[in-house]
C-alpha cells in the first residue's frame, strides 16, 4: 500500500540501521574487531533494539518514550550494548576501552542523533524526510532541547579530521 504524504510510518528500521551502524562503527574504527564479529555484533544488537522498542514507538507521536530509546554510557555500559557484545566474546572491560566513556544515543521515530561527552554538540545520524513525518511533531521540546536549554556550559564543537 502506498504511504500518504505526511502519515507516519510505523516501521522502525532505517533508525534501528543508523543507530546499529553507528555503534558499530565505533569499534570498527580501534581494529580490534573483525567484519565478521561486527556482523554478529550488529545482528544481535538489531534484535534487541526492536524488541526493546516494540511497544515504545510512537510514530505519530515521535518525541513520546524518547527516554526509554536512549542509549546510554556513563561511566556504566547500556546494558543493550553489553548484552550484544557478550555475542562475540567482548568483555566489559574491552567495551570500555573500544566505546566513549562518555556516550548518548538517540533513537526516535524519525530521527537518531548522538552526543560523545557530556558538553559534545548533538550530531545527526539519520533525519527521515519531511514527507514522511507528521506535523505535529514539529516545535516540541524533545529531550535533547531540553538538555541544550539547561545547559550551563557553552557547547563544545568538535572536529572530525580524517588524515589519508
Not at 125 to 146: D, H, I, R
Not at 153 to 163: L, Q
Request: glycine fraction near 6%; proline fraction near 6%.
Amino acid at each position: 500500500q502506498s504511504q500518504r504524504l505526511g502519515s507516519p510510518r510505523t516501521d522502525m528500521v532505517p533508525e534501528i540501521a543508523a543507530a546499529v551502524g553507528f555503534v558499530s562503527s565505533l569499534l570498527r574504527t580501534r581494529g580490534c574487531v573483525s567484519e565478521q564479529q561486527l556482523q554478529v555484533f550488529s545482528g544481535a544488537l538489531r534484535d534487541a533494539l526492536e524488541e526493546r522498542y516494540k511497544h515504545h514507538w510512537f510514530p505519530e507521536k515521535p518525541f513520546k518514550g524518547s527516554g526509554y530509546r536512549c542509549i546510554r554510557i556513563n561511566h556504566q555500559m547500556d546494558p543493550i550494548i553489553s548484552k550484544a557484545a557478550t555475542q562475540i566474546g567482548l568483555s566489559l572491560q574491552q567495551l570500555y576501552q573500544l566505546l566513549p566513556s562518555e556516550l548518548t544515543l538517540w533513537v526516535d521515530p524519525y530521527e537518531v542523533s548522538y552526543r560523545i561527552g557530556e558538553d559534545g554538540s548533538i550530531c545527526v545520524l539519520y533525519e527521515a524526510p519531511a514527507t514522511t513525518k507528521p506535523v505535529s511533531s514539529y516545535g516540541m521540546l524533545t529531550c535533547k532541547n531540553q538538555i541544550m536549554f539547561g545547559r550551563t556550559s557553552p557547547s563544545k564543537n568538535y572536529v572530525m579530521t580524517v588524515s589519508s
